[in-house]
C-alpha cells in the first residue's frame, strides 16, 4: 500500500492516532520556532533589495511541488477561499514581514508580530461569535508590552516604514487566522493538500506583484540558494503544514499566541550570531512574552453555575 505524503511528514496525526494536546501545542510551535530565523536568513544570506521575491519563493515552488504530488483542487466555494486565506496568511504577510525584515533589526520585526494575539483576541468575537475574555485581553496586553521593552532596546531602529510593514504583517495574520478557524478545511484536504492550495494562492498574488514592484529577480549565488531553500522548505511547507494542523485541533487564540516564539528565536540569533545587545529591558520584555505563551495554552475557566435557591 502506498503512503501518502501527509503521512510520510507526520505518520502518527495521519492514521488517525491520538495525539494530546500538549504534543499538537509542540508540533504547531515549530512553525513560529522556523519563522524566527526568516529574518537572519534575509539579512544574512539573501541578496538585499527584494523582499517580495524572497516572499515569492517561500511561496510558489514548494506549493505547486506539493499541489502535483496530492493531485487535490479546491471545489465549489472554496477556491474563492483558498485565494482569500493563501493572501492573508502567506503572500501579503510574508511580503509585509520581508519588508520590516530588511529594514529592521531582526529582534524588533519579529517582535511587532507580537500584537497579533491581541488581533486575534479582538477578531473571535465579530468572526467566531465567541464571548469577550478578559484573559485573553489581558495577556494579548502583555505581549504588546512585551513588544515595547524590546522595541526600545538600544538596538532598536524606528524606521516608519518597517514598523508599519511589520504592524500590517501581524494584522493579516491575525485575520487569516480567525477566518481559517471559521470556515475550517474541505473533508477531503488534509493539512498538507490545504497548505499547499495556500502557498499557491499567495505565489500568484505574489507574482506579478513582485514583477511590477522589484522588476527582474537577483542574482542568485550558493548562499542565496542555500537561504531560498530554508524559507520555501522549512519556513514555507513543513511550518504552514503543522501550523495549518493545529489551527485546526486547537483554540485559534492558543495557536495565536505561540507566534511570540518567532521574536525570541530572532532576538536570540541576533545576539548569538551578529552580537546584538540584548540588555536587562529586552530580557524583561523576553520574559512577558514567555508568560504569555504559557498562559494563552491554559483553557478558559467555564463560567460557575448559580445555585438554585
Not at 510558489?60 to 479546491?74: D, E, N, Q, S
Amino acid at each position: 500500500m502506498k503512503t501518502s505524503l501527509a503521512q510520510r511528514i507526520s505518520p502518527g496525526v495521519a492514521r488517525g492516532a491520538p495525539v494530546s494536546t500538549l504534543s499538537r501545542t509542540a508540533l504547531t510551535a515549530l512553525a513560529p520556532l522556523s519563522w524566527g530565523t526568516t529574518y537572519i536568513v534575509t539579512t544574512e544570506l539573501l541578496p538585499p533589495g527584494h523582499p517580495l521575491f524572497a516572499a515569492l519563493l517561500r511561496a510558489l515552488p514548494a506549493g505547486l511541488i506539493t499541489l502535483a504530488v496530492t493531485r487535490t483542487l479546491p471545489r465549489g466555494v472554496w477556491w474563492a477561499k483558498v485565494a482569500v486565506l493563501g493572501v492573508l496568511n502567506i503572500g501579503l504577510l510574508n511580503a509585509l514581514l520581508f519588508v520590516a525584515a530588511e529594514r529592521l533589526p531582526g529582534g524588533v520585526a519579529a517582535t511587532l508580530t507580537a500584537v497579533q494575539p491581541l488581533i486575534v483576541a479582538v477578531l473571535t468575537v465579530p468572526i467566531l461569535h465567541e464571548t469577550p475574555s478578559i484573559r485573553r485581553f489581558a495577556w494579548g496586553a502583555v505581549g504588546v508590552v512585551g513588544v515595547g521593552l524590546v522595541v526600545i532596546g538600544p538596538a532598536a531602529a524606528a524606521d516608519p516604514i518597517g514598523v508599519a510593514a511589520g504592524l500590517g504583517s501581524a494584522a493579516s495574520m491575525a485575520l487569516g487566522l480567525t477566518l481559517t478557524k471559521r470556515w475550517g478545511r474541505p473533508s477531503a484536504a488534509g493539512p498538507v493538500t490545504f497548505a499547499s492550495w495556500q502557498l499557491v494562492a499567495a505565489g500568484v498574488f505574489l507574482l506579478p506583484l513582485t514583477a511590477l514592484v522589484e522588476g527582474a529577480p537577483p542574482a542568485i549565488d550558493g548562499r542565496a540558494a542555500l537561504g531560498y531553500l530554508w524559507l520555501g522548505l522549512v519556513g514555507g511547507l513543513i511550518a504552514y503544514v503543522v501550523w495549518f494542523r493545529g489551527l485546526g485541533t486547537l483554540p485559534v487564540t492558543s495557536v495565536a499566541v505561540l507566534a511570540l516564539l518567532s521574536p525570541l528565536v530572532a532576538a536570540s540569533l541576533g545576539a548569538a550570531l551578529l552580537d546584538q545587545t540584548l540588555g536587562p529591558t529586552q530580557l524583561a520584555g523576553f520574559a512577558l512574552a514567555l508568560a504569555a505563551i504559557v498562559a494563552g495554552q491554559l483553557p478558559e475557566k467555564p463560567p460557575a453555575r448559580k445555585e438554585l435557591a
